[in-house]
């Protein structure tokens, strides 16, 4: 963890400081050696959804507020508590995940969590990126610029993410340096929770908006408006017998959902 508690103070490991878990209250030890990024440790570590820190982590951590990071959430129901990485001023929860996850802890930190994002490190597994950048070109355009549909979820990212009930954001950049601004790994590619027809919807943006609009709370707001922008419930499929019914290959065409017909690109 990056804070311990000390006399009621958040503080950041540092060599021969003491501290304690604000979430269980054991005394936790200063870790600073040389390779990994200093932090506390637990003896056995109270939260089981805790992952070890990489330095991904750590850095998108760090774009919030410190008295966001690492916040102590508590079920009232259950009375299970969890060390959440970011919560936000408007009740948002950021989580951010390296490791692969179980589908069954994916599923119960969704729903303690509740108003959820997942933030994915989409560098652990090279096959992520290839699989993504291979299937990148089948993104369909829709009305609304940098919003995609995507027939079969399953061939562009980690499968274990397809069912998630909340958002999740591909961050497949990490920490390296990209080839320029061309670089598709500058954006983040947000799979929606909601589906049309049988399309995944799939929003990009740059990570700067994405922590501009979670930190002035207007996140929700954005999403919520993609959604009511592309879900006007027609889905490409269900215009099997209009005069336009299937996608054109050039890419000349473009899905509108509002009119639920392929119309003929002017920009772009
Ligand atoms: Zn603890």
Not at 22 to 27: D, I, L, Q, R, T
Not at 197 to 214: D, H, L, N, Q, V
Not at 252 to 257: A, R
Request: glycine share 6%.
């Amino acid at each position: 963890m990056k804070y311990a508690l000390n006399n009621g103070a958040r503080i950041e490991a540092s060599k021969g400081t003491r501290g304690t878990c604000p979430c269980c209250g054991s005394e936790l030890i200063a870790r600073c050696g040389d390779i990994k990024i200093h932090h506390w440790a637990h003896k056995s570590s109270c939260d089981p959804w805790w992952e070890t820190e990489t330095e991904w982590h750590r850095l998108w951590k760090n774009r919030y507020p410190p008295k966001w990071q690492e916040f102590l959430t508590l079920d009232e129901e259950t009375g299970e508590r969890h060390i959440a990485d970011v919560k936000t001023e408007a009740d948002l929860i950021i989580e951010f995940q390296h490791s692969a996850i179980d589908p069954q802890e994916r599923l119960q930190r969704e729903r303690h969590y509740k108003n959820l994002i997942w933030v994915v490190d989409g560098t652990r597994l090279k096959r992520d990126f290839k699989r993504f950048s291979n299937q990148y070109n089948e993104l369909i355009k829709t009305n609304k610029p940098g919003i995609f549909l995507i027939d079969h979820d399953e061939g562009i990212f980690n499968k274990s993410w397809l069912t998630s009930s909340v958002p999740v954001i591909f961050d497949f950049k990490g920490i390296n340096p990209t080839d320029g601004d061309h670089d598709i790994r500058n954006s983040l590619y947000c799979l929606l929770q909601i589906k049309l027809g049988r399309y995944s919807i799939i929003a990009e943006f740059s990570r700067e908006a994405f922590i501009k609009s979670t930190i002035n709370g207007t996140w929700s707001i954005h999403i919520q408006n993609f959604i009511n922008a592309i879900s006007p419930k027609k889905a490409p499929d269900s215009h099997q017998n209009q005069t336009n019914p299937t996608k054109p290959k050039d890419g000349s065409h473009f899905f509108d959902p509002k009119s639920g017909k392929w119309k003929r690109r002017t920009r772009w």
